[in-house]
Structures are given as C-alpha cells and as structure tokens.
C-alpha cells in the first residue's frame, strides 16, 4: 500500500530544497570571496610597493586595465549570474507585472521599484 504524501511533509521537503539551494549559493559566494579579497585588498594594498606580486597585480594587461581588476571581473561574473539569479528573476517578475496590460500609466511610474531591482 501506497501512502500519499501530505501537505505538510510536501512543505517541508521543499523548504529543505530551497534552504539547500540557498546554502550551496553561500558556500559558491564564499568560496569566490576569498580569491577576490586576496587579489583586490591583500595584493593591491597591504603588500608594500615594492612587491613583485603587487607590481605584477597592478600593471596594465589589456587596454590599460591592470590585472587586479580583470581577476576581480571574473571572479565577480560567476557571483552575479549563479547566485544573484534570485534577484534578477525577481526584478524582471515584478517589471512584467508592472508594464502587463491594464496597469494605468501614472502607476507604472510611481510604483516602480523595489529591493530587488536595487540588488
């Protein structure tokens, strides 16, 4: 015999998934913040300037950008499209519903805007 599955462990089996889905985003994050600290504070400020490792982080490498900010740009890319997804589906959820067909133009304009357009 088959037992159907309630309301309540559905419920709860997914919180589990979300709060799973969540903790693999922080562990991601976490694990990209600590290169991008060591490369944008630790390399760039802390070691003294005649440090070969910070020379070599602050020299142009292409089109007169140093090297510091492009591993700091893919080290961020990852963060802003894996993690941050939450807030992009969110924002662009709210601006559909906002500009659907029937929204009064004046609302459109002052109820624009939320938390999740601002992340």
């Not at 985003?25 to 991008?36: E, T, W």
């Not at 802390?46 to 900010?69: C, K, Q």
């Not at 924002?91 to 938390?115: C, D, H, V, Y």
């Amino acid at each position: 015999m088959v037992q159907e599955q309630g309301v309540d462990d559905r419920a709860e089996v997914l919180a589990r998934r979300e709060q799973n889905a969540l903790l693999t985003r922080l562990l991601v994050a976490f694990a990209f913040s600590i290169p991008a600290f060591i490369v944008g504070i630790v390399f760039v400020s802390l070691l003294p300037p005649t440090s070969a490792l910070r020379n070599y982080f602050t020299e142009p490498l292409w089109i007169n950008v140093p090297r510091s900010t492009w591993a700091l740009f893919f080290l961020a890319t990852p963060i802003w499209l894996f993690v941050d997804d939450i807030f992009h589906l969110k924002a662009i959820t709210e601006i559909l519903n906002l500009w659907r067909r029937g929204t009064p133009l004046f609302q459109r304009f002052l109820k624009f805007g939320s938390m999740n357009l601002l992340v």
